[in-house]
């Protein structure tokens, strides 16, 4: 069975901070991809980034960046220098090999404030 | 490029109404996915097509739901008689295929009162 596991409900940060959100999974299966969305209080869910198990390294976009780490079977993603429009809440997402249905965590609510 | 076009945006009705919920995915894309996300079970798949053709709809809550897709532009997700425990946010998604990413619509906001 998959699993995503987002531990952290609600991260305050002050504005211009690093803040790093948190995503462990579960899978038995040696291929499959890993997502972030971010939904902002307008509601619409946004892609951000897919990656795929094979595929270890680092990713920067902006002030966006993610780590993933098999070893670990994490999936963190980190923004940089936060501003108030990263205020919403984000899920992390895991799609296995052999499937075409996407398992969520319960996401994260981050709330950047002036 | 138009992303995925979800109607009505906002539906208010009344318990034992019929709802459709109308989608049209990204043009090219072969799979379309409904959504439905509530503060108590997050966000849930309830069936997706492949081809227009329904793969997997064991996350239908009951045989109240119904989905179709006639062709690969269209969809529809019906709630028929609805429930005040159907309100939710019912978000369509779709994605060029296996392992490739799900682009979501807007979403339609559904209150049964």
């Known amino acids: 069975a998959q699993k995503v596991t987002q531990a952290q409900t609600e991260i305050s940060v002050v504005e211009k901070e690093d803040v790093t959100l948190d995503c462990v999974y579960e899978?038995?299966?040696?291929?499959?991809?890993l997502f972030w969305y971010k939904q902002p209080p307008s509601g619409e869910l946004v892609f951000l980034i897919r990656?795929?198990?094979?595929?270890?390294q680092n990713e920067i976009s902006g002030r966006y960046s993610w780590n993933f780490q098999k070893s670990t079977s994490s999936f963190n993603f980190t923004i940089t220098a936060s501003q108030v429009v990263d205020s919403a809440v984000y899920f992390c997402?895991?799609?296995?090999?052999?499937?075409?249905?996407?398992?969520f965590g319960t996401g994260t609510q981050l709330k950047v404030e002036l | 490029d138009a992303g995925v076009i979800q109607s009505p945006r906002h539906e208010v009705t009344e318990m034992g109404q019929e709802v459709t919920l109308r989608c049209k995915p990204i043009?090219?894309?072969?799979?379309l996915f409904w959504y439905r996300q509530t503060m108590m079970r997050g966000l849930e798949l309830l069936i997706y097509?492949?081809?227009?053709?329904?793969?997997?709809d064991s996350g239908m809550p009951e045989d109240r739901f119904s989905a179709k897709m006639p062709n690969a532009s269209f969809s529809t997700l019906k709630i028929q008689p609805s429930e005040p425990r159907d309100s939710a946010v019912y978000f369509c998604?779709?994605?060029?295929?296996?392992?490739?990413?799900?682009?979501f619509g807007p979403g339609t906001r559904l209150l049964v009162l």
């Open positions: 043009s090219g894309h072969n799979s």
């Open positions: 990656r795929n198990s094979f595929d270890e």
């Open positions: 097509f492949n081809n227009n053709v329904p793969i997997d």
């Open positions: 997402a895991l799609l296995t090999g052999g499937g075409n249905k996407l398992t």
């Open positions: 998604a779709s994605s060029l295929g296996q392992g490739m990413s799900e682009y």
């Open positions: 899978t038995r299966d040696t291929t499959y991809y």
